[in-house]
């Protein structure tokens, strides 16, 4: 079931949690421990003795909820009036496919593409077959493959709130707040080798000052 609510989502709270208790809540404690230093680098590094895909799975959770509570301070602004399609400026479009339901590229509103996709991560980090919670059991070889296509997808949100909704982030005061996550995810990305640096195209003079690389 979706957790995406389009324009209620002022009051919208993740609903992906990782359970207490479990080793995948304690990595998440560790990443909020180091990012509360205020070394990104540092937060980003995968934890010593660690699983690469356990470390992956719990920050693309983080990053899931991260990203959905930014769109939701901007929500009320991208309607398919304001936005009718999805695109971050206006060399880059988006079109939606998941492979399964849409298997054919569709092109949709922007709200429209969060819906689908915002829905379509919630089914993936839901499946137990690909983020596995329990201890134990081991993740799928394609793991890296949906996290990866994930990330760049989530990409394309950033993009679409800097490009076309970065107005409204300042009337909020929250552009501090935005650039210190997509900060954290770019480095996050580029220590996993997580996206191809072409889709990084449409933030690419940002992604170098923010991090000093293009």
Not at 37 to 48: F, H, K, M
Not at 78 to 107: F, L
Not at 154 to 173: A, K, M, T, W
């Amino acid at each position: 079931m979706s957790i995406f609510t389009g324009k209620d989502s002022k009051t919208f709270r993740p609903k992906k949690n990782i359970p207490e208790g479990t080793h995948q809540y304690e990595l998440m404690q560790h990443a909020a421990a180091t990012l509360g230093s205020g070394n990104l680098r540092e937060a980003v590094a995968l934890p010593d003795g660690e699983d690469v895909n356990e470390w992956v799975a719990v920050n693309t959770v983080d990053f899931f909820n991260q990203i959905n509570m930014l769109y939701g301070t901007i929500a009320e602004h991208c309607t398919p009036e304001s936005c009718p399609v999805m695109s971050a400026g206006p060399r880059y479009e988006y079109h939606w496919a998941d492979g399964q339901n849409v298997k054919k590229p569709v092109k949709c509103s922007a709200p429209k593409y969060m819906d689908y996709l915002m829905s379509w991560i919630q089914e993936q980090l839901d499946d137990e077959s690909i983020f596995p919670s329990k201890v134990g059991v081991a993740f799928p070889k394609s793991f890296m493959n949906v996290a990866k296509t994930i990330f760049k997808r989530l990409f394309r949100v950033y993009g679409h709130i800097y490009h076309q909704h970065f107005q409204s982030v300042i009337s909020l005061g929250e552009e501090a707040h935005l650039n210190t996550s997509f900060k954290h995810y770019i480095l996050f990305v580029q220590e996993f080798n997580l996206i191809d640096k072409r889709e990084l195209q449409p933030l690419a003079e940002l992604i170098e000052k923010l991090t000093g690389k293009n």
